[in-house]
Structures are given as C-alpha cells and as structure tokens.
C-alpha cells in the first residue's frame, strides 16, 4: 500500500452517448485499482456544451467509449470546439484512452457510410473510414515491445478502419486473433505519448489489469513527476479471464 497521499482524477467523456458494448467499464477497473491501492479517484463526467476548463481541467485520465455513427456525430460536433483544451491536455502528458468511436474521434477524422465526415481531436495520427463490412469478433493482441511484453484480449464490432499517417504515432500491438483497426496490416489500436486507443470493447481494461496498470502508471508519473510502483494486486480472477480469452477465435 502507497505510503503517500496520491490523488488521480478521471474524465468520461460523453457518457450517455458513448458507452456502447459496456465501456464504462473501463471506468469502474480504473477507479477499483486506484482505490485498492488506497489513491483517492475521482470521475467527472462531461457531457455537450460542458466547458472543459470549468469542468475537467485538472484531469489526469481522459476516457472516451465507443458508440454508433449517428451518437459519434453529436459527440464529434462538440468535441471540436474543445480541440486546443484536448490538444493540451495531451501535450502536458496526460492519459487518454478511446475505444472504437472514441478512438476514430481521437484521430484526424472519421468518415462513416452516408454521413458527412467527422473532425477529430487530432491527437492520433490516425484517420478512420467506414467500409462495406463489420468486424464483429474476439481480438488477441501481442502488444509492441517498445510498450512492454504483454498481451491484449477484447471483442471488437467496427466497420471503421483505421489508417497510420505519420510515424509519430505506433500500433499498440500485432493481432493474433481477429482484425484490429483494418483487417489488412494486423496491427491493432494507435498511441501517441500518453495518448492510446483501441477496439477492443468487452469491456477492455478489466480483462487486461496489467495495460489498466500501465495507464495508471502514467497518469501518476505526469502528475506527480516521480515513478511511483504500484503495488501488486490479487489478479487471479482477472488473469483467468484473459487467459481463457486469449488466442480464442469463436
Ligand atoms: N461507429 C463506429 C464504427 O462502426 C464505432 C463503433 C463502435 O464504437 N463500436 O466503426
């Protein structure tokens, strides 16, 4: 147990319109592994025409689910007139994670089927077009060492793909199972300094304690300016669900 008094706030973004598939929780495991390891955690949700600076400025974790189409357009429309506070907020190292529409809007844009195309946020170096096909699966991950030597599991449902534009921004990890952000270059999810999204819905960061860890890592170092361990938790449940998952392919 931490010995000092840590503290680390967390924003969801839209909750009521970008939660699809149960990402929310990805919200629950942050605040359960930051509680257990006795760091006050506080969420503030944000929501249309909430003003950032107001509301969510000393954040040090920003969360944005996954949603449809016609809820990602609401949020993306909002979103843009946030771009500078996003913007900064990422430059000063604090954490994001999107999944599936939150990750597409963290990018340049996002172009859906008969829909006009979405401006993201920009902190990816990504952009996302809608295809003819879904992907709809159980995704296994090796994820990219320059991250660390682990692994990913999650379910995806997307007809987005997701493209690189610049090298400044990596994949997260390689797919052994499943299609990831495009089905053609095995490659699953983007992150850019603290900045991270994938597809993996299920939801994501209770069956993947050791990337909920990395994250809050990160968040910890930004705000405090130490590395500050954390203390191992009791992961058997959580280890046994990732394992089970792993490399499934139903
Ligand atoms: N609407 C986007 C797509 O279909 C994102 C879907 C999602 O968040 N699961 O690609």
């Known amino acids: 147990m931490l010995n000092q008094e840590y503290s680390i706030k967390i924003a969801h973004l839209y909750p009521n ?51 449809q189409d016609i809820q990602q357009n609401e949020v993306a429309n909002d979103l843009k007139k946030h771009k500078n506070f996003f913007n900064q907020k990422a430059n000063e190292g604090n954490v994001f994670l999107g999944i599936c529409g939150g990750y597409q809007l963290m990018g340049e844009y996002y172009k859906p089927h008969n829909m006009d195309k979405q401006e993201g946020l920009g902190l990816l170096d990504v952009y996302t077009v809608a295809s003819s096909k879904r992907f709809i699966g159980n995704v296994s991950v090796k994820i990219k060492n320059d991250l660390y030597n682990g692994t990913l599991v999650g379910f995806e449902n997307h007809s987005g793909l997701t493209y690189f534009t610049s090298q400044n921004t990596k994949a997260i990890g390689d797919i052994i199972v499943g299609n990831g952000n495009n089905g053609e270059d095995k490659l699953e999810g983007a992150y850019k300094n603290n900045v991270f999204g994938t597809y993996l819905h299920g939801s994501f960061l209770p069956k993947n304690p050791e990337f909920t860890d990395y994250l809050i890592s990160k968040a910890l170092k930004t705000k405090y300016d ?25």
Do not use: V, W
């Not at 590395?227 to 449940?237: G, M, S």
């Open 17 to 67: 319109l970008l939660n699809i598939y149960g990402d929310l929780g990805n919200i629950i495991a942050l605040r359960k592994r930051l509680q257990d390891r006795n760091i006050t955690c506080s969420i503030i949700n944000f929501n249309i025409n909430d003003d950032p600076y107001e509301k969510i400025n000393d954040c040090n974790i920003f969360f944005i689910g996954g949603g």
């Open 226 to 250: 130490e590395e500050i361990l954390l203390n191992p938790l009791d992961d058997k449940i959580e280890n046994m669900t990732h394992n089970s998952l792993y490399k499934k392919n139903y």
